[in-house]
């Protein structure tokens, strides 16, 4: 069941993570809200995947609470309310993989102890394909396809899961613009279904029609507004010029 | 003598149907792992779980205890061990799969030297295919059937988890558990494969035949059809081959495997290396006209 638009699907409570001897994320209290997209912006280390592995629950916290849907980032995972898409760097272009097999993957948190899937799922992977314009590469290798389709593959799949969150590492990073344009309009019909996006990403100046929250980091919170105020100058200086030491 | 009688002299011996029946489902085990094992890149791993079973043969024929009990118990406890090393200090998984392998090996060879036993450490190291006994062969099949029921009931997650564990994680399918069904699995399969062609060459069985259908196939559906058909035809051959030139019948089976990836190797339609480089010329004519 999708969250009603504006309302809090995912709170941050003093947020603290360590990796190491380095501070990661530093007390960051932040609320998601259904039906927005929020762009995640800072230096590379500023914590941007820090902070999605935390949404989703795959970090221990040194200090700090997530909640997501009220009960445990673990619980929503396990009821695939949750959806992450990688940057995809890490995917072995041999892998013996059809770019579908791929996107049914998605699905995998739906199906029984095989994973079988039912004519609901094929649906659901024909409709995700449909969304990021893949039906005709549907049964392609995915190590054929190019940068950006690849990444639209990836999307596919978090789409496929029919998740309420979708979390989006650099989805425009090194895609064609055909690819971005598809992607940036995806998004916006998300967030107008009520589900709720978050991304992380260096294209700023794209930002003003593409999110409608920046989340600043630079490990601490800088700031969460809009793009027009997140993104005063000032604000980027603090977050793009700040003392980055190891703070214990 | 015409070929049918070629073909069936050797079923005329008990012990030869025993053999036969033995490699080919072993040799069906293996190769259906190895199709995960070649993609996730843990070939190696397969090498260290088959040679850490050797202390717990020993060890098994000393206390009196079925021999794939103490090799499934020594087989997991290499994994563990490799995973406590890797997780707990900086060496890295390759050297501490290295270490844990090679002493626990060691430890085997020592233990067949002092312990007063009927071990033959030859059968152990390079198996003993035509000793097969009826009780063996009965255990063979049980644990085959296992490891096969396993990897297939989990077959779906095993890819997600070769693929991209990550996104495993991300929708609450433990990578973790996964792994661990992965290398459970090896160990009763190394145990399988133990008596057949000893634990030098279990490794070549859960490598050769998935990297063989990696080259001939792109869809990892068709690999687990190709890899256990091509593992079973070279295991017959391999022993038919040691029956009439009385040679070392794993071996045997080894080099039919082994001759098959060659030939594929070289001559796979997509990528197999004279393969490409025709198709490569054929699309040079198209283009010149």
Not at chain 1, 22 to 45: C, F, K, P, Q, Y
Not at chain 1, 189 to 199: F, H, P
Not at chain 2, 146 to 161: M, P, S, W
């Amino acid at each position: 069941m999708t969250a009603s638009s504006g309302e809090t699907v995912a709170r941050l409570n003093d947020v603290t993570v360590r990796r190491g001897e380095v501070l990661a994320l530093d007390s960051i209290s932040l609320e998601i809200r259904a039906g927005t997209v929020d762009a995640l912006v800072g230096m590379n280390g500023a914590g941007k995947s820090t902070l999605f592995a935390a949404i989703m629950g795959l970090v221990p916290l040194a200090r700090g609470t997530v909640t997501v849907f009220g009960g445990t980032p673990a619980r929503a995972r396990a009821a695939g309310r949750i959806a992450f898409m990688p940057q995809g760097d890490g995917i072995d272009p041999d892998f013996p993989l059809a770019v579908a097999d791929v996107v049914m993957m998605g699905r995998f948190g739906r199906l029984g102890i095989t994973r079988h899937p039912r004519a609901a799922d094929h649906g659901a992977v024909a409709e995700a394909l449909d969304r990021v314009q893949l039906n005709d590469l549907a049964k392609r290798s995915i190590g054929t396809l190019s940068g950006g389709q690849r990444k639209r593959a990836l999307m596919a799949r978090a789409l496929a899961q029919e998740a309420d969150v979708l979390l989006l590492d650099e989805p425009f990073a090194g895609v064609d613009q055909r690819s971005e344009q598809l992607i940036a309009r995806v998004l916006t019909q998300l967030a107008a279904e009520g589900r709720t996006v978050v991304l992380s990403t260096h294209d700023i100046a794209s930002l003003p029609d593409r999110a409608d929250r920046v989340i600043l980091l630079a490990q601490r919170l800088i700031t969460v507004d809009a793009p027009a105020v997140a993104l005063a100058p000032e604000m980027l200086a603090r977050a793009f010029t700040v003392n980055r030491e190891p703070q214990l | 003598m015409n070929l049918i009688d070629l073909l069936m002299q050797p079923f005329s011996y008990d012990f030869m149907v025993r053999a036969m029946t033995a490699t080919t489902i072993a040799a069906v085990v293996c190769a259906l792992l190895s199709c995960w094992l070649v993609l996730i890149g843990w070939s190696l791993m397969g090498d260290a779980v088959s040679h850490a079973v050797l202390p717990g043969v020993v060890l098994a024929y000393l206390v009196g205890a079925p021999f794939a009990l103490g090799a499934l118990i020594f087989g997991l406890l290499a994994v563990l061990l490799i995973g406590v090393i890797r997780d707990t200090s900086r060496v890295k998984e390759d050297a501490a799969i290295g270490i844990v392998f090679t002493s626990l090996f060691a430890l085997g060879i020592v233990l067949v030297s002092v312990v007063p036993s009927q071990v033959d450490l030859s059968h152990i190291v390079f198996g003993n295919v035509l000793g097969v006994s009826t009780f063996d062969l009965a255990q063979i099949a049980v644990l085959g059937g296992v490891a096969i029921a396993v990897l297939l009931v989990k077959r779906r997650d095993l890819t997600l988890f070769a693929f991209d564990p990550a996104h495993a994680h991300a929708i609450g399918i433990s990578p973790r558990m996964l792994s661990a069904t992965l290398l459970g699995v090896l160990a009763l399969t190394a145990v399988v494969s133990l008596q057949i062609v000893g634990v030098v060459l279990v490794v070549a069985l859960l490598i050769i035949p998935g990297a063989t259908a990696h080259l001939l196939t792109d869809r990892i559906g068709r690999m687990l059809v190709i890899a256990p058909v091509i593992a079973a035809s070279c295991s017959i051959a391999g022993v038919y081959v040691s029956f009439y030139l009385d040679i070392a019948p794993g071996g045997a089976v080894v080099l039919a495997n082994a001759v098959v990836f060659t030939a594929v190797y070289l001559f796979s339609p997509r990528h197999g290396v004279i393969g490409r480089a025709l198709t490569r010329r054929r699309i040079i004519e198209v283009v010149a006209g």
